[in-house]
Structure formats: C-alpha cells, structure tokens
C-alpha cells in the first residue's frame, strides 16, 4: 500500500448503508409525499424502478429518456427534470452514524445506481468520499465479478487491502470470494467492529 493513503481502504454501499433508503415494508422512504407534493401516483414509481431500471443502471439506457417514456406512457404532468430534482433532494435520509465514519478511512463509494444519482453521491460527500463507482459507468451490477474487479483495477491494490461494506449478503459474499475483507450491514455497532478489526 503506497505511503499516502490512509489506513484502511473502505468501499460503501449507498441504499442501505449510509443512505436509509427503504421503510419497514421495503417501500422507498422519499416517495412517501410523492402523491401530496407532485401529484405523482407510487404505481409511477413502480413503473419507473420496474425491469427496465435494470438497463438505465447498466449504463445501457439513458436516465432521463427512460423516465420520460414512463411520464409519457402514464401521462405525468411533471417535468422529468422537476421530478429527478425532488427524487434528488427527498432520497437524501444519510444515516449519520454510518457517515460519521467515512471521513475516518479512504472511502469511495460502490453502488449499483443510474449516473444523474452517482454524481449526486459524490456531491453529497465532497470531502469524506473519494470516488463514487456506479454500475452505470461500470457495465456491470453488484454481484457480478466485473464489478468488483473494475474496483481493483482502478484502485490499484491487492483485493485484501479493501474493506467492503453492503447490506446485501450475495454482494457481500462475491466481494468475499475475491478475497475483499467484506461485511453485511445490519447495525452501527456491529459495522465498527468489523472496521476495528485488524
């Protein structure tokens, strides 16, 4: 490991890590106002985060053209633009126990994400997160090899010397099987000590 970097190299998972993105029933926090504020009916959303996403977070379909195509189809009044601002704002739930500890490592970020919402990341964390991998630029989602192997290379290290963190147990077990120091979230306190861990 070269003299300038910090002690331990961390790699977060966004949605679920340091973002609470979901309730207790698994529905997306940010949208519960949706109806109220927008207009915007949650089937919209349904439609917008159905098997399609899957392409959009690939890097194979264009963010703002999918939405449109939904908006269209379901007649939506709002701008796209207006609607990605508010999705933007409203996601933004950060645990801040979980983001306390970001500035404490060299941290980047590993998300399976669309490219509006990664770049979105990294303006969140400007300081505390260094880089922001996301599947769109990548080609490829979490947990397929490629992923973490775009990670290696970029980052130029030896896959011991990342410690991963993801709520999600196959992410965490692919990271694992290359051979990443790899965690699933489930509590803060759980989290530091595997981060305290030698």
Known sequence: ????????????????????????????????????????????????????????????????????????????????DDFLSYWLTKCDTIDNEVASLLGNYESYIATNQDPIRAAHFQDVFPESVRKVYASSAIGALKPNQAFYRHIEQDLKISPHEIWFIDDVLENVEAAKSRGWRAHQFVDVLSLRSFLEAE
Do not use: C
Request: no cysteine.
């Open 1 to 80: 490991m070269s003299k300038d970097r910090l002690s331990k190299i961390v790699v977060w998972d966004a949605d679920g890590v340091i973002f609470r993105t979901f309730n207790d029933r698994g529905e997306f926090i940010w949208s519960a106002t949706l109806m109220q504020d927008l207009g915007i009916a949650l089937d919209v959303i349904e439609d917008i985060f159905s098997d399609q996403w899957q392409d959009v977070i690939r890097g194979k379909r264009d963010t703002r053209q999918h939405m449109q195509n939904v908006f269209d189809r379901r007649r939506v009044k709002v701008s796209v």
